[in-house]
């Protein structure tokens, strides 16, 4: 088989590795331990340059190159993953002559991805929505937060609980409460920032670890739910922190209309309830509804429930028996409710097959030079 002249030797000391284009081909060369191999530079997870990437010694004691997106590992002179996986990178034959690397013109041995038997989050792979024309499934989130072990009353998790049995018991609805606090999910880990296709759907979490809490929000506010309604307290004039945690994982939705103009959410509602003991209700509200409506959410009128007895009530432990004395939480949760599955009702007729976003999108951006 032909080689290839790619780089001079000068130019690859020991300990250090790059990637080197030749034609349309690129390859990442590495040379370690006095030895240079050469691997093709995308990963074959997702395509992340392991010319980029960074060298671990595993327990096998062989050099592994571990690609910059998402982890995946590459035995640097044979191009597999490590012992228990089946996956390998192509691999090329290299040699020095005239003080030029040169490698060979094709792979000695193909890159191979292995199919398992068993995909755990098959159904957000392949986006099997579990709605019909006539569903009517209520997603309640709540976000606050607390010791598990010293549970106390929460303002917005009871009227939130309050919203999903009147959606229940008015309108025959299915329903469901899902508690931030009880999911142990990874905080959004930034693959967007290193290249805009490193943020996948499903996200590169679930796909390292299939038992990610997230997995759980994914399945319900995705695939489940025709309304979201959302109960957070106010934190320092903010939604909860935790309510951020998920936010920020949720990229991967958005980033579907960015990326292949696939918009994920449709016909669905969503609407909110926000409590706190100081005030910027409508500055939460505010967040919540840029966010959400660039997720693909539609709103109802009067979209959230707000209370707050301002800056002064710092008697905090009257708070909770003050908001359900007052006459205006119970009936304005009920009319959150009922504005939801109304719009619900009528959003569910609409022809959302060929629904477009006015959001940026990666073929648009332009390039380095225009």
């Not at 690397?101 to 929505?129: G, M, T």
């Not at 917005?156 to 609805?173: I, V």
């Amino acid at each position: 088989m032909p080689f290839i002249p790619l780089v001079p030797f000068s130019e690859l000391p020991d300990n250090s590795h790059k990637s080197v284009r030749f034609g349309s081909k690129t390859v990442a060369l590495f040379h370690y331990g006095g030895v240079i191999t050469a691997l093709d530079h995308a990963c074959i997870h997702k395509g992340g340059d392991l010319g980029q990437g960074v060298i671990q010694i595993l327990d096998d004691g062989e050099r592994y190159v571990v690609c910059p997106w998402h982890g995946w590992q590459y035995n640097l002179k044979s191009g597999q993953a490590p012992f228990g996986y089946k996956d390998r990178q192509a691999i090329y034959d290299v040699i020095v002559d005239n003080g030029m690397i040169c490698i060979s013109e094709e792979p000695v041995k193909q890159a191979f991805k292995a199919e398992h038997e068993s995909d755990p989050i098959a159904d957000l792979r392949n986006l099997d929505y579990q709605l019909t024309p006539t569903s009517l499934n209520v997603l309640g989130i709540s976000a606050t937060n607390m010791n598990r072990d010293l549970p106390r009353p929460s303002t917005s998790e009871s009227a939130l609980q309050n919203a999903l049995d009147f959606a229940s018991s008015k309108f025959g609805a299915a329903t469901k409460m899902i508690r931030l606090r009880d999911l142990n999910f990874r905080h959004c880990e930034g693959y967007y920032s290193r290249h805009e296709q490193a943020c996948t759907w499903p996200c590169s979490i679930s796909e390292m670890d299939a038992e990610d809490g997230m997995n759980e929000i994914y399945r319900s506010l995705v695939l489940w739910a025709d309304a979201v309604i959302l109960a957070t307290p106010i934190r320092w004039g903010n939604a909860s922190s935790l309510y951020y945690k998920m936010a920020e994982r949720l990229n991967t939705i958005q980033n579907q209309i960015t990326i292949h103009d696939k918009v994920l959410i449709k016909n669905k509602v969503a609407s909110f309830i926000i409590t706190g003991g100081q005030d910027n209700v409508q500055g939460v509200a505010g967040q919540l509804n840029s966010f959400f409506t660039d997720l693909g959410f539609t709103f109802p009128p009067f979209n959230f429930v707000g209370w707050s007895r301002g800056w002064i009530a710092e008697d905090m432990e009257n708070n909770y028996t003050r908001f359900f004395r007052n006459r205006y939480v119970k009936r304005s949760v009920m009319d959150l409710v009922t504005n939801s599955m109304q719009l619900v009702m009528q959003i569910k007729k609409m022809d959302s097959s060929d629904l477009q976003a006015p959001k940026p999108k990666i073929s648009e951006a332009g390039t380095l030079n225009g």
